[in-house]
């Protein structure tokens, strides 16, 4: 099946700063989606990507779908200490012709007041 | 609108002992997915069910693992006999987009199983 790469694997910010992080493939993906795992807690949704090139924000948090379609990237602007978890890239495996959606390893954020 | 449901929250077992989670799905969400997360991982899926039919459980351990989905609504994951390597947070989602390519999956809050 389909592979999600993730980087960075960890980051350590100061209160206030901007933030950035990408997923990768080497294969293509048709949605990609960006969620967020708090600490115990299930993932959420945060945005979702449905057309290549397309550039989507929800409040701080922009993301883009790369024009090859096998990548995308997430950026946080003016990071605050709730933003701390853990933030997946995912999509529908191609390969399926149902909705069977991989993760990627996740990206740790943590930030310092 | 009340989220997918999820129990236990926690679970300690020893090695070779059987366990069960349950989950709720959203209600009228016609698919529901179990994921397996080890620490420090991403969600690793182990069986998706359209209505109380599975889609894919190609990834499931089925020498050890078995899900159910009685009625289509809500499901049981079992372990029998449980492994060290088990130990991992079992994460359910549900989602209503059926077959469609959405991936908008709404997850519970997970069962954390240690396994001893």
């Known amino acids: 099946g389909q592979q999600l790469n993730q980087s960075p694997q960890s980051m350590f910010i100061q209160e206030g700063e901007d933030v950035s992080m990408n997923c990768t493939s080497s294969s293509i993906f048709n949605t990609w989606l960006w969620y967020k795992q708090d600490p115990g807690e299930g993932p959420v949704l945060l945005i979702a990507?449905?057309?290549?090139?397309e550039l989507t924000s929800n409040g701080r948090l922009t993301a883009q779908f790369g024009i090859t379609r096998k990548d995308s990237f997430l950026n946080i602007s003016a990071s605050i200490p709730s933003d701390v978890g853990i933030y997946f890239c995912a999509g529908p495996d191609l390969k399926t012709s149902y909705d069977k959606v991989i993760f990627g390893p996740g990206t740790s954020l943590s930030v310092i007041p | 609108e009340a989220g997918v449901a999820q129990s236990p929250r926690y679970k300690i077992i020893e090695k070779r002992q059987s366990v069960a989670f349950w989950c709720n799905p959203i209600s009228g969400h016609a698919t529901l997915y179990w994921y397996q997360q080890i620490l420090g991982q991403g969600p690793k899926l182990l069986i998706q069910?359209?209505?109380?039919?599975?889609?894919?459980d190609s990834q499931l351990p089925k020498d050890r693992f078995s899900a159910e989905r009685l009625k289509g609504v809500d499901s049981t994951l079992k372990i029998q006999p449980a492994k060290l390597e088990d130990s991992a947070v079992y994460l359910c989602a549900s989602s209503s987009k059926g077959l469609a390519r959405s991936g908008e999956l709404f997850f519970g809050e997970g069962s954390r199983l240690t396994v001893l």
């Open positions: 990507l449905y057309k290549a090139g």
């Open positions: 069910f359209q209505n109380n039919g599975v889609v894919d």
